[in-house]
């Protein structure tokens, strides 16, 4: 009885430290897990703030007497709007003037600014540029305007100061004629250390319940148990197996037409009920016939290999991602408007032109990108993203195009 004891009380010790690593990796995991996601939405931001701006405003923002205070004004209000829908802190421009200052030339403000009109206005000086902003005006080197170029950011170290903590991106361009200037995006991260310990204790205390209440179970029946679960296990493994054949292409791994068309219908039945809209994306790849008949049907499965290993690696978890059929793919963009989608759409067709692998047959891809709207059924929705897919293709392919 005592070595029995001294056996169960050897296992909760080892199991309780086995919990104690686990919480902390799973500490260290999750805050890793939600500064991607907080950087993510920093890039997706920035790269939305020239959207934003007149096109030429930056070749224009060269003197304190350069832009009107009519266009100041749209500028934050523009900027204001996509900060609250982004949900981020702070956004804003900034150059290095001929005297070497550096001076904002667009800014979001806060509602109380805007009323109180205390808001930041064009040309206003910058004393506190961090380092990472200062030091990005030094990459003239970096060419920022070539087509097709995705933006290279840099990311300040999660600072904390009295209006909270916060995690930046600072993203310079480089504008047609020549002109550098610097996005800027503040978020505030204050939360993510009080998420992530509740997360600790809750799974802390969670396994410690679990593990105290199957410890009677586990002793008394610890035979019949380990018997019950080698049959589960291959029950379920049979089940697993049958079930993803069902629902997945055998040559891609992603998910078959079935199940593009049942997350379709779960997708807009959702959306009809006052749920968030959904972009969706059609893709083909662009002569794709050409490199079968060239090189083989071998080296053609291949290439549609490789696509869905980049389909896969630059999607989100909550994407659905499937073969349409033939050369043809379909993703479910959710909770996300046109812009991000356009990005999103825009960042894998360039995946595809700067994969090494895929550029040994001159692969390209045409998409064609859509949002859901109340007004249009599931079956027109589908057919709109499929006539801006060809009219991609009409256009000289390569290319997005987004529904009329």
Do not use: C
């Not at 479910?332 to 994969?355: C, H, M, S, W």
Request: charge should be neutral; aromatic fraction near 12%; hydrophobic fraction near 40%.
């Amino acid at each position: 009885m005592k070595n029995e004891t001294l056996k169960m009380v050897g296992a909760v010790g080892f199991t309780l430290t086995i919990l104690t690593l686990y919480s902390i990796w799973n500490y260290f995991y999750e805050k890793n897990r939600l500064i991607a996601q907080i950087d993510k939405q920093l890039y997706s931001a920035a790269v939305a703030v020239p959207f934003v701006l007149e096109d030429d405003f930056h070749d224009r923002a060269l003197l304190a007497t350069s832009i009107s205070t009519q266009e100041d004004m749209q500028n934050i209000r523009n900027l204001t709007k996509l900060n609250n829908q982004l949900g981020t802190k702070f956004l804003y421009t900034v150059i290095r003037d001929q005297n070497g200052t550096f001076q904002l030339t667009s800014s979001s403000a806060l509602a109380s600014e805007i009323k109180e009109h205390t808001e930041v206005h064009y040309f206003t000086a910058y004393p506190d540029a961090s380092a990472t902003l200062k030091n990005s005006f030094e990459h003239l080197s970096t060419d920022y305007i070539t087509p097709n170029k995705i933006y290279k950011p840099f990311y300040v170290p999660i600072y904390s100061d009295r209006w909270g903590t916060y995690r930046s991106i600072v993203l310079p361009i480089q504008t047609a004629k020549g002109h550098l200037y610097v996005i800027g995006v503040d978020m505030d991260i204050s939360y993510v250390n009080a998420v992530l310990k509740q997360n600790t204790m809750q799974t802390l205390f969670s396994f410690l319940l679990f593990f105290i209440s199957i410890i009677p179970i586990v002793i008394a029946y610890k035979n019949m148990l380990q018997r019950k679960q080698e049959e589960y296990q291959k029950v379920h493994e049979l089940y697993i197996d049958s079930s993803k054949r069902s629902i997945t292409d055998p040559l891609t791994g992603l998910y078959n037409r079935y199940k593009l068309d049942q997350e379709l219908y779960i997708q807009y039945e959702n959306f009809k009920r006052g749920g968030n809209t959904f972009v969706l994306l059609m893709l083909d790849l662009d002569h794709f016939k050409s490199i079968n008949d060239q090189h083989g049907h071998q080296v053609g499965d291949e290439v549609l290999q490789l696509f869905s290993t980049i389909l896969k690696n630059s999607s989100r978890v909550t994407d659905t991602i499937g073969r349409w059929g033939g050369e043809e793919f379909l993703i479910i963009y959710p909770n996300a408007d046109l812009t991000q989608g356009f990005t999103f759409a825009e960042k894998l067709r360039l995946a595809v032109q700067e994969d090494k692998k895929l550029q040994k047959y001159n692969l390209t891809i045409s998409i064609g990108i859509g949002i859901s709207k109340e007004d249009v059924s599931l079956e027109a929705f589908i057919v709109d993203i499929d006539k801006a897919l060809y009219k991609a293709k009409e256009a000289g392919r390569n290319q997005t195009v987004q529904v009329d």
